[in-house]
């Protein structure tokens, strides 16, 4: 089922909830006008539509080829990947004097989530070069950034990130990998698991960016450093040279992303890997604290990506698929079914409301990085901080919650995998897990978001929460119960208050066995947040006579959602308040063991 | 990971909360003692854990071949098969004068969910086995049954439900296969897809149960005829002749259950397969809708058993994966994370009250069948068929996040396979979709099972969870919050109540577009008694000197269940009251198409 990138909903969200007239009056981004940012979507969605799309379900099913330390990737990959480059896709944030298109990341999240939602296994490949450019961009000296940046920012090399080894997975500190100095550069020896993309064969050269630990470097987090190691050395000319030190030992055989090699690799068997350190020694893990924000909202904009796949899937299924008619009269199609309906609903509304929170979220890194105001900085900065987490969290347990309800929708055809649903699935399962789990998004959110500014961030999004709610009251516009938006909005603004204040007098463990609960709430009442402002918004529009039928359905999906998405809110205050205790009296014994 | 039978749970569920000792005195069933079940279960138990479990990785990797028309099992699968023929393990309750074990319902909801559990791909063929016997035993002449019972109840043969065609699944009034009379049989032709179990090398014959229409049958649900289709022509003297016009055209590519074959089966290519009609012409969808309780409720248990395997392989990982140490000290195993015991605690309290309820609608089945008096079949009557929906739709719902939640607790290895977390989400995902969907469950909940009866099944039960609050509220025995308890329970009466009143007062669409919120909620409020009940009879037991690590946990799993599973239900009932009219609200224009 090919993909079609939601436009329309895209440059409604940009516009109306981000403030992309704003942004393009940042410093470096005044080339971002509504109208060439228009222009650079619809491109980008004709790349997902028709590049991209057809190659998700041949490549799940070809899967990858593995021989002796090399990867293949599946038919037609390299060939979409070089277009890519040639298009400029590759990296839409970096800087115009690397070779980068320089858009805003509000824009960016829009071109990610087609190009996730178009096929997640390949775009792995350009999100995790990103990474690379950031870290060498933030934090390496100009000599690398001269040899390495120029490249990874074109796609010509690809970037990856070696953080896990097999102890050491959500927990860092644990990590082993050893660097010995040796002249201007060092020796890397180690092993990590779960590389995305470390071995394959789209590009000439692939820089890894790795974790290690120089010699007498301080125990935990505090002695781990960062490291370019290339695939193939880079001479002084810029030519390639010799094959670094550096083997894939094996791929994972996997639940899915089938066409995205995850790499076992092995630096240092033959003495070491040539590696260079980025920035000063024993920080490399406070820059990888620094990228986190841009990795995290990426995944949760693939959570969002693949939810959109799905709900399109499954809509067409239903339009298509006859069902329960009379002996008399043909079938009607499942949509409608009121139960198929309200499957679909969960899915477009849910989908809707997390992609106005993570596009805000990316809306406030622009902010936070270039307004001209320090003020207006350190808000955004802030506000970021605060919504990543559930914009990573949310988005991406209702992108796997979206694949499931989209193969139920197909009934036995989901089950069966020529279908293609059930490989949204499969894909969007891992979401949830890589670039920190669920729980540790929350425990992000509790801790380090809530507890320690004792709530300030979060009382600051509140505020805003009520502002709309009383514009929401104000409205007398057709097509929408504006009092019960309203009141949704007011609830909650309340509830969120409410769980801050208890979080923020809590000294136990409890915020921790609360902390998936609360991060759940917290993305269903900010996005009550988001669909009630964007009701209130294409009410504006259609007032105006710019009206449209994605417009005309949002009033109707934020009723929805009101109705059949938020009241799970207050149940998860509830169980975040009061169950947390319950969860602390469970002891081993009483699993048996 | 290997499944071990959770004997001790199974054990208490049967005596305290299910009455084994008042179904041991049914007539009929007078073999079924304490003592003699316990003695059957440990059996069952070492074949589950010892025979099943070890191939239900292997299956799962190595899947089915297809050749000609033909299946081969995985390796081991015959053998296995082979044993549990000659254990008697096929057919655990047809009748002994058939050769069955003549075991009751409820016992052998314990061995279902154990082979299931064990291995969903191989339980199934038994399973479809069963539900044949059934449709022989209940329906078809004598001479049918002499014919085909003997060997379908020992296993020798197998049997297969063959109901669904392409324009024909959740609505079988569009069936279209045919049945011609000739002679004292008939000649079927058509086409049957997704027929589990449809063609494999396990047994020497096949016995397919068809849903077909004789010539000028009436149209629509009253024109279906059930008949018997063999794979091979029984003669006359019980030998095998002729293979009969029935050909497997192919088997379905999966997302899980990989060694279970899904056949579509061509009938009648050449000029006609041989059939028998069962009972009455234009009766089959009213028998297999008599059939359905006990079919539905194995599919059920499928989504217990695989949430129990689900849960051991998730709490063997925790108490074995270290992270998050200090740097001086060794790190704790994961399951000393809060939010990974929550996880758990998820699985085990929620797999534990859907046990006890699966395994209520089993005992209700042993009474509506076999109790003396007709007030009590009656009344057992009604509480299967309020039941079994809720049964079937919660259980596979919680069976799906359970494996879901297992894949999340094993972090990045949940999504590699070899680690055997992502097949149990892979295997029950299926189990919210066929003998049922969710929807079709729902509605049958809130339509036949609810609006028919002007609620009084249900009020039956909300009369029986009072009475289990008003016990909890006398309790003092140490180890829980009885007065908690009892709230819950008495708020889970409530929230039925209150439901049930607003069902049986609409009449539009709303009841099927709130149909599947009320279905979880009913799930979750039965689940609410069920532990409050497990807590009261275990409290009885620690407090008679009877106690156990697993009775002493079950009073923390019924506290932990009440805050942490049991408030989502106020919620859902807003959803299903509020909700349905936003449901209905939604167009397909909404959807962009």
Same mark, same amino acid.
């Given at each position: 089922m090919a993909y079609t990138a939601p436009l329309d909903d895209m440059l409604f969200v940009l516009e109306d909830l981000c403030g992309l007239d704003a942004i393009a009056q940042l410093p470096g981004l005044e080339e971002a006008s509504p109208d060439m940012v228009a222009a650079i979507l619809e491109e980008a969605g004709k790349f997902a539509g028709n590049v991209l799309s057809p190659l998700n379900v041949t490549g799940d099913q070809q899967g990858l080829g593995f021989d002796d330390g090399a990867v293949t990737t599946p038919t037609g990959w390299k060939d979409a990947y070089d277009q890519l480059v040639e298009m400029g896709w590759?990296?839409?944030?970096?800087?115009p004097d690397h070779g980068g298109m320089g858009l805003p990341q509000v824009v960016n999240a829009c071109i990610q989530e087609m190009f996730q939602g178009a096929n997640m296994s390949f775009q792995l490949c350009p999100m995790l070069t990103q990474g690379a450019i950031e870290a060498i961009e933030g934090y390496a000296s100009d000599a690398l950034k001269e040899t390495y940046l120029p490249n990874l920012v074109s796609g010509v090399w690809t970037g990856t990130m070696n953080l896990t080894e097999p102890q050491a997975?959500? +927990?860092? =500190?644990a990590i082993r990998s050893k660097a010995e100095p040796e002249g201007d550069h060092y020796r890397i020896s180690g092993q990590k698991i779960f590389?995305?993309?470390?071995?394959? +064969?789209? =590009?000439e050269n692939i820089i890894h960016l790795v974790l290690a630990r120089l010699p007498d470097a301080p125990a935990g987090v505090k002695g781990i450093s960062l490291f370019i190691v290339p695939k193939f050395i880079v001479n002084a000319d810029g030519s390639l040279g010799d094959l670094n030190?550096?083997?894939?030992v094996s791929i994972e055989h996997k639940l899915g992303i089938h066409a995205s090699p995850t790499c076992t690799l092995a630096f240092g068997d033959k003495g070491g890997a040539i590696g260079y350190l980025v920035g000063?020694?024993?920080?490399g893990l406070q820059y990888m604290f620094a990228m986190m924000n841009n990795a995290r909202l990426n995944v949760g904009i693939q959570g969002i990506g693949v939810a959109e796949h799905a709900t399109q899937h499954a809509v067409a299924y239903a339009m298509e698929r006859k069902q329960g008619g009379t002996p008399e009269g043909s079938a009607p199609t499942i949509m409608g079914h009121p139960d198929v309906r309200r499957m679909l609903g969960l899915m477009a509304s849910r989908t809707q409301a997390a992609r106005i929170l993570a596009y805000r979220a990316a809306a406030s890194l622009d902010f936070a990085h270039r307004a001209e105001d320090a003020e207006t900085r350190a808000y955004h900065q802030r506000r970021v901080d605060f919504l990543i987490p559930v914009a990573k969290g949310w988005s991406t347990e209702l992108g796997v919650s979206s694949a499931s309800y989209g193969v139920q929708v197909h009934g036995?055809?989901?089950?069966?995998?020529?279908?293609?649903?059930a490989q949204h699935l499969r894909d969007a399962r891992i979401t949830t897990i890589y670039e920190g789990t669920t729980g540790i998004q929350a425990l992000d959110l509790v801790g380090r978001k809530i507890a320690r500014d004792k709530g300030e961030a979060a009382r600051e999004i509140i505020a805003e929460m009520r502002k709309s709610a009383d514009a929401l009251a104000q409205m007398t516009a057709p097509g929408a119960d504006w009092a019960a938006l309203s009141r949704g909005v007011a609830e909650a603004a309340h509830l969120m208050s409410e769980t801050t204040d208890w979080l923020v007098s809590q000294n136990g463990h409890e915020p921790q066995a609360a902390a998936v609960s609360v991060l759940e709430m917290f993305g269903i009442t900010l996005g009550a947040w988001a669909m009630g402002d964007a009701a209130l918004h294409a009410a504006k529009r259609i007032a105006d006579g710019r009206g449209s039928k994605a417009l005309s359905a949002k009033l109707n999906f934020a009723g929805f959602y009101m109705t059949n998405v938020f009241p799970q809110a207050r149940g998860l205050q509830q169980i975040a308040m009061a169950g947390a205790g319950n969860v602390l009296t469970l002891q081993s014994a009483d699993f048996g063991v």
């Open positions: 590759n990296s839409p944030t970096a800087a997975g959500s +927990d860092l =500190a590389i995305t993309y470390g071995e394959h +064969d789209m =590009a030190d550096v083997r894939c000063e020694a024993n920080k036995g055809m989901g089950f069966v995998e020529e279908t293609g649903a």
